[in-house]
């Protein structure tokens, strides 16, 4: 991530990146609904690191599918980045998303076809933009993989392949990372060096990260831990815990499940 500060940053700093007021999602129709999130009201503080878990069937998908837009709510609202969506239509809620959000995936989702650096410059080359090089390098220096840019896929490893997905995510500058179970391919010596880079970003740049995770070792590196349980908020962890306290308090909705 280069160490220049773009505009938009002092405005990720000034408010909540994102908030959702009385969200509900239904899917299905009559007697076939299902309700996967049930009446949330939520905020995330900028410069901070959250991870969302939950039972299956939680509502943790769901949560961030409607945080960064890619699914709208059946009733409530959300705003990302202090602009509401429920006004935008496809083409502008598109625009916000490229301009204003990055994604991380358990699955890395690169193009085969290109190498390191072609991903990472991707979303600058989707938005309109010709890439600036420095900034692409800067991305992957940042991730501690800038040696890898002329690497395909192929050539990368699944921990360097999840680096150069944070740079493509972050060479926007986004107000907001959501990363959905970014750990779940790798192995835990890998898994914890991702986990460093993601705590990193939030204490070097005040990142904002939204992180949905089944592993209480992965949540233990975020500032707050969400627990969902049958589409609504069951408990909240807002300090610093250990995996051990995570873990127990999981074990109990589960056991309630």
């Known amino acids: 991530m280069p160490t220049t500060t773009h505009p938009a940053a002092h405005s990720a700093l000034s408010q909540r990146p994102v908030e959702l007021t009385s969200v509900t999602k239904r899917y299905g129709t009559g007697g076939s609904t299902v309700t996967a999130l049930d009446d949330v009201t ?35 609202s959300v705003a990302l980045d202090g602009t509401p969506l ?3 239509d496809e083409t502008a809620l598109t625009l916000l998303r490229r301009d204003r959000v990055g994604f991380v995936f358990q699955a890395f989702n690169l193009v085969s076809a290109l190498t390191a650096a072609q991903n990472v410059a991707l979303p600058l080359l989707l938005a309109g933009h010709r890439p600036d090089p420095a900034a692409v390098t800067a991305a992957l220096a940042e991730v501690g993989i800038a040696d ?20 493509r995510a972050l060479v926007t500058r986004p107000a907001v990372l959501f990363a959905d179970e970014p750990t ?23 990142q904002t990260v939204i992180m949905v995770t089944h592993d209480p070792a992965a949540a233990s590196w975020a500032d707050r831990v969400i627990l969902l349980a049958d589409g609504r908020i069951a408990d909240e962890i807002t300090t610093r815990s250990g995996a051990e306290t995570i873990a127990s308090r999981m074990a109990v909705l589960e056991e309630r499940a």
């Open 148 to 167: 890898r840019a002329g690497h395909r896929p192929s050539q990368l490893s699944g921990g360097q392949q999840q680096r150069v997905a944070l740079a």
């Open 42 to 76: 939520l905020s995330f503080a900028p410069g901070t690191m959250t991870a969302v878990m939950g039972p299956s069937g939680s509502g943790k998908s769901t949560l961030l599918q409607c945080a960064a837009g890619l699914d709208r709510p059946t009733s409530g």
């Open 184 to 206: 779940g391919a790798l192995d835990t010596h890998t898994s914890r060096a991702v986990l460093a880079l993601l705590r990193g970003l939030v204490d070097r740049h005040a």
């Open 86 to 88: 429920d006004g935008l």
